[in-house]
């Protein structure tokens, strides 16, 4: 059963190859977006070495995985499924023999493979040749980096999931995917690095999911968080992955016994 949840992978991934050009552009836009927060941050710094922890090669470099990480992470299994459970063929899914919301995460996982090799790396590559990125030195660092990035993955993926499946109960759940959507980017830290928030909302942060999506792997990769705290920053992110397994499965559970389908 494991080779046919591989199949998905593999299917994403070629899939997402016939729309290759797309991604091609989309490096573009990155670097467009990351040029535009970088050249924002310069005149924020000013004169100013450094602002909440983050030098200004910090900052940059910080700038720069962000948005990059997100290429990886990013999908929309939460539209996916929100459309299936709209126009009927959830139903049939859920006949077949196998798990349907795994089959999503592989899925996404074979898109985000898609990206990562044919959007992220080059796109960083190609942003570390126009801004002074600084990447780290010490291959530790960036086999840790990539461990996070796995989870910042199946963190996000499993909040899209969990946003996806209440179509199940509001019917139209467009709105609320595009709540999420603005949530993740902006509490994540991609937009704003959470060390700039107010006392009481960086509080707030760090009882909620987002962080461990962007704004804790890429401390670690900029170096603003040692490699001895290292560890922490993952096992908090693992504990999130396991949490968050929680209200899926009841949401899940709970809409498999109220199942109805419009136009199915």
Known sequence: MM????????????????????????????????????????????????????????????????????????????????????????????????????????????????????FMVPGLLIVCLIFPVQLPADPVVWLLYLVMLLFSFLINSQINILTGLFAFFVENNEGMMRMKRVMVDLFSGVVVPIAFFPGWLKSTMEWLPFQAITYLPSSVFTGRTPLGEAGGVLGLQVFWFLLLLLPIWLTWRAARKRLFVQGG
């Open 3 to 118: 080779s046919a949840y591989l199949d998905f992978i593999r299917i994403r991934f070629l899939m997402m190859l016939a729309y290759r050009v797309n991604y091609y552009s989309g490096i573009i836009i990155y670097a467009i977006n990351i040029g535009a927060y970088y050249f924002l941050w310069q005149a924020i710094y000013g004169e100013q070495e450094s602002l909440a922890g983050f030098t200004v090669p910090q900052m940059t470099t910080y700038i720069a995985v962000s948005w990059m990480a997100r290429a990886f992470y990013f999908n929309n299994l939460d539209r996916e499924i929100a459309n299936e459970i709209r126009d009927g063929s959830v139903a049939v899914q859920l006949i077949r023999p196998y798990n349907y919301l795994f089959v999503k995460m592989m899925q996404g996982f074979g898109e985000g493979l898609f990206r990562l090799l044919l």
